[in-house]
């Protein structure tokens, strides 16, 4: 069975009184990457060396999210008002078949759903004279919604020269926001080294991509250098002949579990999981034996991974507490049945597993969507909290996340910020 045994400054929980495994990474270049975009947060209080165009743009220090500023278009139904910053051929490290990342908030009040939603793209010029093209971006909603991260990693077909990056919101009614914008890519070498008394196992994660290496260990020592995205964050795992698991998440302070803030166990130190169709993560998590009188929940935010905004719902996860699925009894938010706008009854709980939205990004969706759960408070029906305090017990207890999907729809399952919460 697993333990498991946070390090390297993101000390959510330590379960074993055994020595832990000690991991050392580091990657040449340094992660954190550099941001190809500059000020895109909009914290200089000007818009500079962002280009305005179209139409009305300005600085918003009203409406914002971390930080002190945000990015406002006033929508204009005769006008394509946006931004646009020019990325010099010495700031750019993509090379053919590299992967890109593109991450930003935004929010949206007022705008036409029959018309062109807001949202980002860029213009990528290669070296080798191939015909400038736009690169895939995330989508936005057509609807209105409130500040809601949205991300992607695509690939880049040609070693890249040059590139233009816009925030867009064309022939539209309302106020577009975008803030905390990120573009990054290229390739780094990760280097891994692990040893300790009992190493038999390392796992890496990739907090944008997912599980990237899954080793068997002799002699108690691993080491290797391994290429990798430069954005995100990587957890190093190393797991000894007891299931003892030490992990350590490089770099610390990217795409981390919100659980190692809120000083709730944490299922892993990166923020996100990406399950794979017939595929399972399996967590055996030691409890303190002072459970007795308190509540146990299991909190996370699921959905079906994909590029395009929200298409629908299905049973999209599986959730196994010592070995028992977890159902209705156990599903405390969303709450088990609700409406759709369309007026569709929904069922959350069903014998495949809960159900989960298709959808790039989760947020509370707008009343003007069919698929909206108008009965959910919140209508946002991705965010999950399971009572699990009747499956539980002191010691170790095993969580079981199951993708139910089969080869012949081959979907991933995105579950994020997962954790074990007492209270």
């Known amino acids: 069975m697993l333990k498991q045994l946070f390090t390297a400054g993101l000390a959510a929980a330590a379960f074993s009184a055994m020595a ?15 941001n190809l975009l500059k000020n895109a947060s909009f ?13 009305t743009v300005a600085i918003d220090g009203a409406t914002q999210t971390d930080g002190a500023n945000s990015f406002k278009i006033v929508g204009d139904p005769a006008k394509s008002p946006g931004l646009s910053q020019y990325i010099r051929p010495a700031d750019i490290p993509l090379k053919a078949k590299d992967l ?18 807001g949202g980002v793209a860029w213009q990528a010029v290669y070296s080798d004279g191939t015909k400038p093209s736009y690169m895939r971006t995330p989508e936005l909603p057509r609807e209105d919604y409130d500040w809601t991260e949205f991300e992607m990693v695509n690939t880049i077909p040609h070693d890249l020269k040059t590139a233009t990056f816009y925030l867009c919101y064309y022939k539209q009614e ?21 040893k300790g008394d009992d190493v038999k196992q390392v796992v890496v994660l990739h907090s944008q991509t997912g599980k990237i290496l899954d080793e068997k260990v002799a002699d108690n020592s691993f080491s290797k250098t391994i290429k990798v995205p430069a954005f995100g964050s990587y957890e190093v795992i190393a797991i000894d002949s007891n299931g003892v698991r030490t992990s350590k998440l490089y770099p610390e302070n990217v795409d981390v579990n919100t ?33 007795a009188g308190k509540k146990v929940y299991l909190d996370f935010t699921g959905r079906i991974d994909q590029l395009t905004t929200m298409a629908g719902f299905t049973a999209g996860v599986k959730i196994k507490v ?21 007026g569709s009854d929904l069922i959350f709980a069903r014998s495949a597993g809960y159900v989960l939205y298709y959808s790039n990004a989760s947020y509370n969706i707008s009343e003007d969507n069919h698929y909206c759960p108008v009965t959910l408070k919140d209508r946002n029906p991705f965010n999950f909290r399971l009572d699990v305090t009747q499956l539980v017990k002191p010691g170790m207890n095993k969580i ?9 729809y081959p979907r991933t399952i995105a579950i994020e910020n997962a954790q074990v919460v007492i209270e």
């Open 100 to 117: 890109y990342y593109i991450k930003f908030k935004a929010k949206n009040t007022g705008c036409d759903i029959d018309k062109r939603p």
């Open 322 to 342: 010592n070995s028992k699925q977890c159902g209705a009894k156990e599903l405390i938010k969303p709450a088990n049945k609700a409406t759709t706008s369309s």
């Open 174 to 194: 309302g106020e577009q926001w975008f803030d905390e914008v990120v573009f990054q890519g290229g390739s780094t070498e990760l280097t891994l080294n692990v």
């Open 259 to 291: 659980a190692v803030k809120n000083n709730n166990i944490p299922l892993t130190l990166v923020k996100r999981m990406l399950i794979p169709f017939s595929k399972a993560e399996t967590f055996n998590i030691e409890l303190p034996a002072d459970i």
């Open 43 to 55: 914290e200089d209080g000007k818009l500079a060396p962002w280009r305005p165009f179209g139409g």
């Open 20 to 34: 832990a495994a000690e991991i050392t990474v580091s990657s040449t270049p340094a992660l954190p990457a550099q």
């Open 400 to 408: 079981e996340f199951i993708n139910p999907f089969a080869a012949k």
